[in-house]
């Protein structure tokens, strides 16, 4: 298994997992339900994780995939800047996901604040993840991508389309 493929592998679980998450947690504050609340928080957590692997396979399978035709430069890094702030939004939420449960379990005051800010990371995620999806489709599903994409042809790329 090449670093394109295993990116291919767990560059989805981050998006599900967030928006999933935010439904969970948004469900357990309603309910007041800590349990419903805590896997909200082990799911946001899971999501961090497979984020860092998602961002430690990015850069293989940029290399495989760059020089592709129709792919270019341009387009991946895009998707590598919106990925990134994905994924640092997923670790700000997956560590204090983990205050969130240490909190719940304690039954501490604050636990209700950190249910909301979880929340709003949660929404401010699920915004950037559907950024990062798209963006990541783009790269090879051209049929996807919005006309004022730029894509840098090289000339002898152009050479071989005009052919």
């Known amino acids: 298994m090449n670093d394109a493929h295993l990116h291919m592998v767990v560059n ?7 928006i999933l998450g935010l439904g969970i947690l948004f469900t357990g504050v309603l309910l007041k339900n800590n349990s419903v609340k805590n896997t909200a928080y082990g799911l946001f957590i899971v999501a ?6 998602s ?12 020089d592709m035709p129709n792919v270019g430069k341009n387009i991946i890094h895009i998707h590598e800047e919106i990925a990134e702030k994905l ?4 670790y700000l939420l997956g560590v204090v996901s983990i205050i969130g449960i240490y909190l719940t379990i304690k039954n501490h005051s604050k636990a209700k604040l950190i249910s909301f800010v979880a929340i709003i990371l949660a929404i401010i995620g699920v915004f950037l993840a559907q950024k990062t999806g798209t963006t990541g489709g783009e790269i090879r599903h051209t049929e996807i991508r919005d006309r004022t994409t730029l894509i840098i042809v090289s000339p002898d790329e152009k050479k071989d389309r005009d052919d």
């Open 48 to 53: 961090a994780v497979f984020a860092a692997f």
């Open 55 to 66: 961002i430690g396979t990015g850069d293989g399978a940029e290399e495989m995939v760059e």
């Open 87 to 90: 994924a640092i939004a997923l």
């Open 12 to 18: 989805h679980f981050p998006i599900i997992g967030i």
